[in-house]
């Protein structure tokens, strides 16, 4: 493939000089692209070290279209931080929810992510930016992907539990189950957007659902 240099997820010596090489050649207005996505399929790889540096690098890029992506590389990086380093993930969110546009270039779920982050430190400001963030995006949000969904609904119930609203983590897992259960959205690609749960966390919002 003619693209395979920058989509490709080896990492070597002499892979790495070989993509500095191509990006060098490349159009300047290509670049910001090519380093972003380069580091998705590092990430992927396992080489999440490497995937920030080149997400970092492009954040520095001032060409003319490389706005969308400092957009999906800000939401990179604090999605590769968020499990080890809440405090970097959450800066890195809020600078994502600073720039314009949005939510062009992301996932469409940063607030989520930034909820999620949020709940895990659970102080009383935390709970309450992650309700206006969770509330922000169910109005409007415009995500046709049940899995979307279902991850908010998991969000609502740690925040429904963290600030004693039993009704409300009731009714979301209830929400969260028929999601489960619901069927392909596009019919050409029957497994987009499919909710994933492990038996564990359905069990768990059966208790709740009751």
Known sequence: ??????????????????????????????????LRIKGVRLRAAGNVEAARELWLRVLDDDGPYAGMQHTAALEHLGDSYAAEDRERAESYYHRLMRRPHLPSGTTGCFQISLAEVLLDRSTAADLEEAGELLGAWKEEASMPFPSAHFR???????????????????????????????????PRHKD????????RTVERLERLAR
């Open 1 to 34: 493939m003619a693209d395979e240099w920058f989509r490709s997820p080896e990492w070597t010596t002499e892979a790495q000089a070989d993509f500095e090489v191509r990006l060098k050649r490349s159009r300047a207005s290509n670049r910001a692209q090519y």
């Open 152 to 186: 908010w609904e998991l969000a609502l119930i740690r925040l429904s539990e963290a600030t004693g609203e039993h009704a409300g983590a009731r009714d979301a897992a209830r929400r969260a189950l028929k999601l489960v259960e619901q069927g392909p959205v596009f």
């Open 192 to 199: 987009v957007g499919l909710v994933r749960a492990d038996e």
